[in-house]
């Protein structure tokens, strides 16, 4: 049978009652199915010895050695606390041993007894001591014996809810993988013998109860890979989402023709091509679902809200979502200043709003009087109901979890959605990750400006660049001093924003006026800030990287990032993008400590090297995997459960490959080979 096809019950696994079935129910696991597909959250590895005190180095903070007690004692209030002192019969390390709420241990653990403990053991002020720990008798012979009987094997950690217990859980699941019988390949034969892949009843099976570190790495890969391949499968066959509303006409209106042409400068090729592609879906038969990308300053919103207007014009309703309060309501401000005088209304809606206020707005939303709404999250709060919601924008999308995009879509009926990303996704995960999605890209920059020149700068070479800076505020520029940390949290080898900036405001720049900005400062003290230093009267901020999100000040020539080699590539990316955004040219100073490694430099020097934020991000999930790209998975981005998208990538992209040439082959899935595939789909 395929795994999908076990749906029995699990109360028919002994031991499995009302209680525990509805303990597992909370899991959302009620079938043979979802029980086994459950994957452990962790293993404990008690396959070979672990002395206490060894916790300092490698091995973790486990323990799994045998010890001698020395002494059991009662504590707190009603004696329920036992206090249990252990010796390891290797090395004789003490360690306290905790037992809150566990009084029986003190009836069934014996001073002088010998013990096999395995244990989380931390380092608590001098000694060493463990809360989390499990204690059974061996007998003093059975010592000799020792490793054999210390080796358990890798053992599976599982959520767990209610009274399910690890035990519990393990007994359950070693019941379902026996009442489950062979479980099925789903993954043709060739592909399989192609990228040995272990059987997928073998990979359940050692998932749960890995027999050694190899066979559990094997066994992940067998199950990610059919899960990708699954993945890419459904997308490319999912039959397109049909409109329910009249799309709307290719051709543009005059109002975006007299839009475009009211702007101070010409649309680059690229925003151009963009408009045309996104035009093109929202008059085809689907719902768009289009995903634009483009480098930090190539004018991405503005195709946004142009596309926009083209929907407007079309009677429809728009809503904007940006991932910040502070970036909502700056878009929010260019958009006023854009639309002025079209007579499209705009309005911005954030949590803050509240009482009158929100009613007004949200009665005028309701009405269709708002044609464009710009927020954050609050664009999708229960009381918000739109009359006619057709087109939906999403800033930084990454940032938003799939739910939270979905609630915002079901405010509308079938809506195009444009996704606006300037974390450049690398091609081979763009094209896995968004098998059903069109991409759009933005290359060039806007004409007339000039590429930001990076230094890389080390201790010595400080002076200059403070000078460097100084010289581009004379001439009337603003500069920002990025920082990792607010203050000197007891740690004085960071540099952090509040000394930095006393250090630059009475030393470096007493003629200039700078000020601070960080996530701790009220929201409205950061606007008022940000709004200052955009209309010129500060020349320079000293912050966090709160200025890395989409912060947008022309004038602004330099960027100066310290501890640099703690940032992620394509986050100083990010941040150097706050810079050359306009016909001025800009320079981003890098500042490293001494300490650095040789890898750490040959990774800033990328970014001197390139100003291609796509380059970049390949260089990045070269050098260190999609670290900023992992973003992607916290944020729920994709649902995996095995297949990792800091691991997987070129498993990823054959898998994807595979599929591919399957469906061109043979679109039916009628072939001896790809059989299993159409079985598979037809079991679900
Ligand atoms: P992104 O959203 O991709 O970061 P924006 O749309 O915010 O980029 O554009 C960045 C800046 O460049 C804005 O000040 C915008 O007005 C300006 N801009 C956009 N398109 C062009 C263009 N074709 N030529 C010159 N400047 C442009
Ligand atoms: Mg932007």
């Given at each position: 049978m395929f795994i999908g096809e076990l749906r029995q019950d699990i109360k028919n696994l002994t031991g499995v009652g009302k209680k525990t079935r509805e303990d597992y129910a909370k899991l959302g696991i009620s079938t043979l199915c979802d029980l086994i597909s459950t994957t452990p959250r962790g293993y404990e590895d008690r396959s070979h010895r672990i002395c206490i005190g060894r916790q300092n180095d490698d091995d973790g903070c486990w323990t799994n050695t045998f010890v001698k007690v020395e002494s059991v004692s009662e504590f707190g209030a009603g004696r329920k606390n036992t206090k249990i002192i252990v010796r390891d019969t290797e090395n004789n390390r003490k360690a306290f041993l905790m037992g809150f709420n566990r009084p029986y241990l003190s009836k069934t653990v014996f001073p002088g007894g010998f013990y096999h403990l395995y244990a989380n053991v931390t380092v608590y002020g001098t000694g060493l001591t463990s809360s989390q720990f499990e204690l059974k008798a061996v007998r003093e012979e059975d010592l000799i014996a020792g490793d054999m009987l210390l080796d358990q094997g890798i053992l599976p950690v599982y959520p767990l809810s209610g009274t399910l217990t690890q035990k519990s859980f393990r007994r359950d699941m070693k019941a379902a993988l026996a009442l489950a019988g062979r479980i099925d390949d789903e993954i043709p034969q060739p592909l399989m013998e192609k990228y040995r892949l272990m059987p997928l009843d073998s990979a359940f099976r050692e998932i749960h109860f890995p027999t050694s570190d190899k066979t559990l790495t094997e066994a992940r890969r067998s199950l990610a890979f059919r899960e990708v391949f699954y993945l890419q499968l459904d997308a490319k066959r999912r039959p397109p989402v049909e409109r329910k509303r009249r799309a709307m006409p290719e051709s543009i209106h005059a109002a975006e023709t007299d839009f475009i042409k009211k702007l101070p400068f010409e649309l680059t090729d690229d925003q151009v091509k963009v408009l045309q592609e996104i035009r093109h879906d929202m008059s085809g038969a689907e719902s768009m679902s289009r995903l634009l990308q483009g480098d930090v300053g190539s004018g991405k919103t503005l195709v946004a809200w142009i596309s926009a207007l083209h929907a407007i014009c079309e009677g429809a309703q728009v809503a904007f979502m940006a991932p910040t309060e502070l970036l909502a309501r700056q878009h929010a401000q260019v958009a006023d200043a854009l639309f002025q005088g079209t007579g499209v209304s705009v309005a911005f809606l954030n949590g803050e709003v509240h009482g009158k206020p929100r009613q007004l707005l949200l009665d005028q939303l309701k009405a269709g009087n708002i044609d464009l709404l710009i927020g954050t999250?609050?664009?999708?709060?229960?009381?918000v109901e739109y009359r006619n919601l057709r087109y939906v924008i999403i800033d930084e999308q990454h940032r938003f979890g799939v739910e939270q995009r979905r609630a915002l879509l079901e405010k509308g009926i079938d809506p195009d959605v444009l996704l606006m990303t300037a974390t450049p996704i690398p091609r081979t995960l763009a094209l896995t990750v968004f098998g059903n999605l069109n991409v759009s890209t933005i290359k060039t920059m806007p004409k007339g400006r000039l590429p930001v020149i990076t230094y890389l700068v080390d201790g010595p070479k400080r002076d200059k660049m403070y000078e460097a800076v100084g010289v581009e505020m004379k001439r009337g520029h603003q500069a920002y001093f990025v920082y990792p940390r607010i203050d000197d949290e007891g740690n004085s080898d960071l540099r952090d924003v509040q000394t930095m900036y006393e250090f630059l405001s009475?030393?470096?720049?007493?003629?200039f006026r700078g000020t601070l900005i960080h996530s701790r400062l009220p929201e409205d003290d950061k606007i008022r800030i940000l709004n200052d230093f955009s209309a010129g009267k500060l020349d320079f901020l000293v912050s966090t990287s709160v200025v890395e999100v989409g912060i947008d000040v022309p004038n602004a020539t330099c960027m100066v990032v310290e501890h640099s080699e703690n940032f992620g590539l394509s986050a100083l990316h990010q941040l150097r993008g706050r810079v050359g955004r306009s016909s001025l040219q800009s320079w981003c100073f890098l500042a490293y400590e001494d300490t650095i490694t040789e890898d750490g430099k040959k990774r800033l020097s990328v970014l001197r090297r390139t100003n291609d934020g796509f380059e970049i991000a390949e260089e990045d999930l070269k050098i260190r995997g999609p670290g900023e790209l992992s973003g992607l998975r916290q944020s729920g981005f994709l649902h995996l459960k095995y297949a990792d998208l800091e691991k997987d990538v070129s498993m990823m992209s054959m898998a994807r490959d595979e599929v591919d040439r399957i469906l061109a082959s043979d679109p039916g899935l009628i072939s001896l080979e790809n059989s299993v595939i159409r079985q598979v789909l037809a079991s679900r």
């Open positions: 999250h609050a664009l999708f709060s229960k009381d009475t030393k470096k720049y007493p003629e």
